[in-house]
């Protein structure tokens, strides 16, 4: 259950009888009759969300939630549905974090909906959300601060009724087969919409697994590397062919759209992986402009490419972004860094070797207010947790006014105590 590869599903269940398949739908206690507007809006929010349309899928995701009551099951699948999206959205331990206050929502409305009358030990939709939340904590860093719920998802009567979806046996049958065998399968076979996703998802992957692995050898000038970058060149251009015939299948009659984005990946790939210096970098990043895969790489390549006086300009226009975007990671980055080593220096006066700070944290404070570090779009909007925690340690550490408040509030959404997570940090640098 949960979560699989780029904004794919991949989970089965056994659906008794007596129950309500997973994608369906099931309001109660007087809201029967606004079902058809939530289901719209819950299909809106997953298309998005299949889609990688971040703040589309989340603006979708709570436009549903105002058709039902927080006690609905229903509740706490948007609530969970909210927590994967924003996880995923960054990976690691800044994930973990951002994400953390939308699982304990999550898990919160889920307790709160044990008394829905769909709620049940055989329930596809209880059984899904009580194995993702369980998974949520028990995957996080803080898994033993969190033990309580573990504890408690894990006393909620559930059913140990494992089985392979659809796309597990889908995937089996795929990696016995070559990319030919696959178009083959293709021509002769038929399938429905979402296993067409799922095999251009699966080839595309195998193409850039394959060229990552392989990038140290095919950047020598031996024999083999050459031998394996023209067999690699091959093997994309193949599934090139799938990944074309699959796209006309699901364009044909319909709106669904094609994936000009895995085209232009497999296709720039082995220009990538032949430059040499930093001016066919350059020359390349340049002419890929409009290529959307290569639109964060643009972004990167002028923040950290760049020498001019222009580069503290581009790192600070990323605070008027969503926290999501490669900008604001940039300038979170940007900002964070200077604000640790700052801290580093404080605490470590006798140490030399520490890197020299670009901006000074306070100067950026005083002249934009914290809020800046705190919140996105410009210090106006979403909160980001590892901003406020980063601000929160650089104010404590400076005696700067209201440090008490951000400690206190990194500790409420977080349910985490604000000197514990730094012990921690420090532990383990």
Request: net charge negative; hydrophobic share 40%.
């Amino acid at each position: 259950t949960g979560w699989e590869g780029e904004f794919l599903f991949n989970f089965a269940y056994v659906h008794y009888p007596e129950t309500i398949p997973w994608d369906a739908v099931a309001l109660q206690n007087g809201q029967e009759n606004l079902t058809p507007q939530y289901a719209v809006c819950l299909d809106c929010a997953l298309r998005y969300l299949a889609a990688g349309q971040t703040d589309e899928a989340l603006k979708a995701i709570q436009g549903a939630a105002s058709f039902i009551p927080i006690s609905n099951l229903e509740a706490a699948r948007l609530a969970t549905l909210e927590y994967i999206v924003i996880q995923h959205c960054m990976q690691g331990n800044i994930g973990q974090l951002q994400s953390l206050p939308y699982l304990h929502r999550a898990y919160d409305l889920f307790l709160q909906a044990t008394h829905d009358q769909r709620f049940s030990n055989k329930d596809p939709l209880t059984k899904w959300l009580r194995d993702t939340l369980s998974a949520g904590y028990r995957g996080s860093d803080w898994s033993l601060t969190f033990s309580d719920r573990i504890y408690t998802l894990k006393t909620i009567p559930h059913l140990e009724d494992q089985q392979k979806s659809l796309f597990d046996i889908l995937e089996s049958d795929l990696e016995q087969k070559s990319t030919g065998e696959i178009l083959s399968s293709l021509k002769t076979n038929k399938y429905s919409y979402p296993e067409l996703y799922f095999i251009k998802f699966h080839v595309a992957s195998d193409v850039l697994k394959k060229w990552v692995v392989d990038a140290t050898l095919m950047q020598t000038n031996s024999l083999g590397a050459k031998t394996r970058f023209r067999d690699l060149t091959t093997f994309a251009d193949n599934a090139l062919s799938v990944i074309e015939y699959v796209d006309s299948l699901i364009t044909h009659d319909n709106d669904l759209s094609g994936d000009p984005v895995s085209i232009s990946m497999i296709k720039n790939f082995p220009k990538f992986m032949n430059i040499e210096t930093a001016n066919d970098l350059k020359r390349f990043a340049l002419s890929q402009k409009n290529a959307p895969i290569l639109s964060d790489f643009l972004i990167m390549f002028d923040a950290f490419g760049s020498n001019t006086t222009g580069t503290t300009e581009i790192y600070l226009e990323g605070n008027r972004y969503d926290w999501f975007t490669t900008k604001y990671s940039l300038w979170f980055a940007s900002w964070s860094t200077d604000a640790i080593i700052e801290i580093l220096q404080h605490d470590y006066p006798w140490r030399k070797d520490f890197p020299e700070f670009r901006k000074d944290t306070r100067q950026l404070a005083s002249r934009f207010g914290p809020g800046i570090f705190i919140k996105d779009s410009a210090g106006g909007g979403r909160t980001f947790l590892p901003g406020l925690f980063c601000w929160a340690w650089y104010a404590q550490t400076f005696d700067i006014p209201g440090s008490e408040d951000f400690r206190r509030q990194f500790e409420s959404e977080t349910l985490i105590p604000f000197n514990l997570f730094l012990s921690s940090l420090c532990k383990n640098e």
